[in-house]
């Protein structure tokens, strides 16, 4: 009975199945998901962003754990093998090292894509955190009528912050990137704005913009026909550290830097709103983000 020579050494993977299970069951045991305890939304500064932190976190511990016992597991059913059989296969057991070789690498790759974007969401993080904090500072008791909401649900994304003020609404999206590095060891942080693309020391985007005026298309559109009135709505692009050129910028998106946004948009007027208008806006607006809450809340846990 040859086929037994290839079954029983399966035994010796039996304690690293538990291992696994283990892992499995603890990863399965996470939820970070926090909730109001009132009847509101939670929604602070990055909330998204911190959701999809947390998911990296998750993957990393994963790979992290699961990496070492799957890799290992080729080996050790070759070392059971050797005591079932009375000659040994070197070509066997060089298949087992490379199975084992390409599992090593492959789990490395994992794990350096999880460390990579963890860096990148933290950073992003850091930079909704202080655009969030600054835009704060707009909120004031009802002669100063400001209203912020952060991670707004549309049907397809999500907006970084929506400000409702008495001359407009705002669409702010937030964009972190690492300031570069010169060839002399200094840091080049100026960024020229054009109308479709963004010009970096070393590099182009375009997409930034382009995820402004889709929000900001988004919201006009849906807040006209919830309002039954054109809403005037203006985007702006927060780009945290960096000295913006706007010398051939588009006049519909504004570039800033971030440190000065609340004043800045206190300055800017869209349009002006009446007051049954922009209370309208702030109800529609609450009234989304309770409904997308509760969507959330219905969908179980992974």
Request: contains cysteine.
């Amino acid at each position: 009975m040859a086929w037994l020579e290839y079954v029983l050494p399966l035994i010796f993977l039996f304690p690293m199945a538990a291992m696994a299970s283990i892992v499995l069951a603890l990863r399965s045991l996470h939820d970070a998901r926090v909730h109001s305890p009132f009847n509101a939304p939670l929604h602070e500064p990055g909330q998204a962003l911190r959701q999809r932190l947390d998911k990296a976190f998750s993957s990393l511990f994963l790979n992290g754990a699961l990496g070492p016992i799957i890799s290992l597991a080729p080996l050790v059913y070759g070392m059971g093998r050797m005591l079932f059989v009375e000659r040994q296969d070197w070509v066997e057991w060089a298949l087992y090292g490379l199975l084992s070789t390409l599992l090593v690498l492959a789990f490395s790759l994992l794990l350096v894509r999880d460390y990579q974007r963890i860096r990148r969401l933290k950073l992003g993080l850091a930079c909704e955190l202080a655009v969030g904090q600054e835009l704060e500072r707009l909120v004031r008791p009802d002669a100063h009528p400001y209203y912020v909401f952060h991670d707004v649900p549309t049907d397809s994304f999500t907006i970084d912050h929506v400000v409702v003020t008495p001359h407009g609404v705002f669409v702010v999206e937030t964009r972190a990137r690492t300031l570069a590095i010169g060839t002399d060891g200094n840091e080049l942080n100026t960024v020229a704005v054009e109308r479709e693309r963004l010009r970096f020391p070393h590099w182009q985007e375009r997409r930034p913009l382009h995820k402004t005026r889709q929000g900001v298309s988004w919201l006009t559109h849906w807040l006209e026909r919830r309002c039954g009135v054109p809403v005037p709505v203006r985007g702006v692009l927060v780009l945290p550290g960096w000295k913006i050129d706007n010398s051939e910028a588009a006049p519909d998106i504004l570039v800033v830097s971030g440190d000065t946004l609340a004043k800045q948009i206190t300055e800017l007027t869209p349009g002006p709103l009446s007051d049954a208008t922009h209370d309208k806006i702030i109800n529609v607006l609450l009234e989304r983000a309770q409904l997308m809450e509760l969507k959330h809340l219905s969908q179980p846990s992974v």
